[in-house]
């Protein structure tokens, strides 16, 4: 579990990195930015194979992580075996990515909305805006490469934020949720103990009390 949240951490700070590159230099070219966009999800991807792998439990829309991940690995690996055939569709492929990243994201809200938690909508909403921010990139109203650039780098740093954003607020429910469970724990063991310490009935004054009972006909008189 430590190496998967450090794993997920290590990742958004990666779209966050990569994002403010591509906004610092805009001059790149495509080619580069399938090369670094494509080596970051092909890492992404293998970690949600593995996160998958490894969960104990598995829900309806865990099913969706691994699809993410054998989809996102394959993308990946196609963008640096061959760049060149997908420049001129690479924003509707970092769309589609990013689209299925905020489906996925729903996951984590539904899954605290089943532990009970009253503040899952807020995931709910961060998926929503990744979502949208997919379908903006897919629509790619920008005129010039340089523009498209700087818009793929401010989306992946958004898109990194709201990963790392939605990692830190899940542990600290997370952590909520298991200071709980161990007090839950703990109130349960010190009942138990309690119970028992607490006489049996055999052993109230070693036997229960004899009543001696004397009956006497009563006249009607």
């Known amino acids: 579990m430590k190496f998967l949240k450090k794993s997920y951490f290590a990742s958004s700070l990666a779209f966050i990195l990569l994002g403010l590159a591509l906004l610092l230099w805009p ?31 598995r829900f309806f829309f865990s099913y969706f992580t691994l699809l993410f991940g054998v989809a996102a690995s394959a993308l990946g690996a196609f963008l640096l075996v061959k760049p060149d ?12 990515f990013i689209v299925f990243d905020g489906v996925v994201r729903l996951q984590s809200a539904f899954d605290l909305k089943r532990a009970g938690f009253t503040a899952w909508w807020s995931f709910l909403l961060l998926a929503l805006l990744s979502a949208a921010l997919g379908v903006l ?58 119970l028992e310490d607490l006489p049996q009935a055999g052993e109230l004054g070693g036997q229960p009390p004899v009543m001696d009972v004397e009956f006497r006909p009563v006249d009607d008189d």
């Open 85 to 96: 055939t997908v420049v001129s569709v690479l924003p509707i492929l970092i769309g589609l």
């Open 137 to 194: 990139m897919i629509w790619n109203p920008f005129a010039t490469v340089q523009v498209l650039v700087m818009a793929i780098g401010i989306i992946l740093l958004i898109e990194g934020a709201l990963n790392l954003i939605s990692a830190i607020y899940a542990g600290m429910l997370l952590r909520v949720l298991r200071q709980a469970a161990e007090q839950a724990v703990g109130e349960a063991a010190a009942l138990a103990d309690a």
């Open 27 to 57: 001059e790149v070219s495509l080619r580069v930015v399938c090369y670094l966009f494509g080596a970051l999800i092909l890492i992404k991807g293998l970690l949600s194979i593995w996160a998958y792998v490894r969960a104990e439990e």
